[in-house]
């Protein structure tokens, strides 16, 4: 069974920064592509940014382009999410998640950590 766990969110003003991290209790941490989403109040969940099971190759939906960086450490079984110059905009529940490799769907999900930015 894979566990995830978030953290790192909190409150901020516009233009401040928080980096989330996920730490997943899966020794073949290294074989899976992971990803952030993210749910805004009265909003579909979205996905945010995602990695590959190397670092290599990233994605990051236009809104977040230039402010946020995923990166991972497979040593730690982490990934993180550097958000920078935050806007109101990004308030939302941050989930991380692992893709299947099977399936190439989101199969396993973290709690959540609410990210809340004030103008």
């Known amino acids: 069974q894979v566990q995830l766990v978030e953290s790192g969110g909190g409150s901020v003003q516009a233009g401040g920064s928080l980096k989330l991290s996920c730490v997943a209790s899966v020794s073949t941490f290294s074989s899976y592509a992971m990803a952030w989403f993210r749910q805004a109040p009265g909003k579909e969940r979205e996905s945010v940014a995602r990695?590959?099971?190397?670092?290599?190759?990233?994605y990051y939906v236009d809104s977040v382009k230039g402010r946020f960086t995923i990166s991972r450490d497979n040593a730690k079984n982490t990934v993180y999410l550097q958000m920078n110059s935050l806007k109101p905009e990004d308030t939302g529940v941050y989930y991380c998640?692992?893709?299947?490799?099977?399936?190439?769907?989101?199969?396993?999900w973290g709690q959540g950590t609410q990210v809340t930015v004030s103008s």
């Open positions: 990695i590959s099971w190397s670092g290599g190759s990233t």
């Open positions: 998640a692992v893709r299947s490799p099977e399936s190439l769907l989101y199969v396993h």
